[in-house]
């Protein structure tokens, strides 16, 4: 059956290659390679006239108006962000589930499953986190800051149960806060385990710690480079495949959703951020790769990749610089940034039966912005 596979792929590839030759030449519409646009600093007197084989990014400023004038980073551009300490705090959205009138369906629920959420103490993580928790899932928080994923957990489950009066306290969620710094393998495994031996069971995976920094990249430290990529890229890594492990020695289906971003697929202007951005294209092709390793274990792993969206974080950074804002929001299609709920859909899609038959691909929620 192999052997018949590769034959016929071999006479397809002979009959195309024959097909091409057969075609009439077409040279005369190739640039030959000497023609391939010149840099800025080609001294040949021809090529500075022509606007267009001169245009460049690197254009001075006061000559030629070009689109990338303003698309490049600007290492003046630092974003401070707080220490630990002084991270703003992430409100509990109110209001906004309550009790189903509507008809939805059955797919999207997640009853009688169990979600563990990385970094789900604040932010886009905590916001993922209550929409699965309101479409029926147990939750483990797992976050490196337990105290406030403890008070969190309280938190949604009173959320849970003011929006879903008359519930039995049997009816209510279960969900639990434990503590992990995803970039360390036995930390990873040590709360793996904790979150087994208090739900039983995990199905679900969703990995949201992550952060940002702003550096240009000569004078990026190399030891927060390491740090940025070991949270990132490394704790995406050890979690999938800490819950993979467990979910094939239960020979059970699950599916896992990884947070990258926007930054994964462009270029973030003006604030220079390259290892982040290379951080989240590793998280986009890591969930590609996986959903491919694990599709004949019934474990989809799908991405999510968010666009600038407002957290109690980047609202604080913002506030405080509002050039940054208007030149972030001037940039998005849809003229504004998201907010965390906007996830709560995405995310309840791709862990779901809903998308049973989705894996490895990157949901873009992020406004249009990758889309100019
Ligand atoms: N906010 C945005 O605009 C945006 C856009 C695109 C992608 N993202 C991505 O979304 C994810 C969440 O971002 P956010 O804005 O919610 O950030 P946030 O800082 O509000 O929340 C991150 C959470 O991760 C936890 N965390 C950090 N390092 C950890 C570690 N080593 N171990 C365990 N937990 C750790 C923090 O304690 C915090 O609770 C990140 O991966 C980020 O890159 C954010």
Not at 136 to 144: W, Y
Request: glycine share 8%; hydrophobic share 40%.
């Amino acid at each position: 059956m192999f052997k018949s596979v590769v034959a016929r792929q071999a006479a397809k590839a002979v009959s195309q290659s024959s097909a091409s030759t057969a075609r009439p030449a077409l040279n005369t519409f190739f640039r030959s390679l000497s023609s391939t646009a010149s840099r800025a600093n080609n001294d040949n007197e021809k090529v500075k006239k022509d606007p267009f084989l001169s245009a460049t990014t690197k254009a001075p400023d006061d000559t030629l108006e070009t689109e990338g004038r303003f698309a490049r980073t600007d290492e003046r551009v630092k974003i401070e962000y707080p220490d630990d300490s002084h991270m703003p705090r992430s409100p509990i959205v109110q209001g906004r589930g309550g009790m189903h009138f509507k008809r939805t369906l059955a797919q999207f629920s997640l009853e009688n499953r169990v979600t563990l959420v990385t970094g789900g103490a604040r932010g886009l993580g905590l916001a993922m986190a209550q929409g699965i928790v309101a479409s029926g899932s147990d939750l483990a928080i797992v976050d490196l800051n337990k105290e406030e994923a403890q008070e969190q957990a309280q938190g949604l489950v009173e959320q849970f149960r003011k929006e879903n009066p008359g519930l039995e306290p049997d009816q209510l969620p279960s969900v639990t806060a434990h503590y992990a710094d995803v970039s360390n393998p036995q930390s990873v495994s040590a709360a793996i385990e904790e979150v087994i031996a208090k739900h039983g069971q995990i199905d679900h995976l969703v990995t949201s710690a992550g952060f940002a920094e702003n550096f240009d990249a000569i004078s990026y430290p190399y030891d927060r480079i390491k740090k940025l990529w070991g949270v990132n890229v490394d704790g995406t890594y050890l979690f999938a495949t800490g819950v993979a492990k467990h979910l094939m020695e239960r020979n059970a289906s699950g599916s896992m959703v990884m947070i990258g971003s926007m930054s994964g697929a462009i270029v973030n202007i003006p604030q220079p951020q390259s290892p982040y951005n290379a951080s989240k294209a590793a998280i986009r092709q890591l969930a590609a790769s996986l959903a491919v390793e694990w599709a004949c274990y019934d474990i989809r792993v799908n991405c999510i990749s968010p666009g600038y969206m407002l957290t109690a974080l980047t609202r604080k950074i913002l506030d405080e610089n509002p050039e940054l804002r208007d030149k972030w929001i001037s940039l998005i299609p849809t003229g504004k940034m998201g907010t965390p709920e906007d996830l709560m859909g995405a995310v309840t899609f791709l862990l779901s039966d809903a998308s049973r038959y989705v894996t490895g691909t990157d949901l873009r929620v992020d406004g249009g912005y990758t889309l100019t």
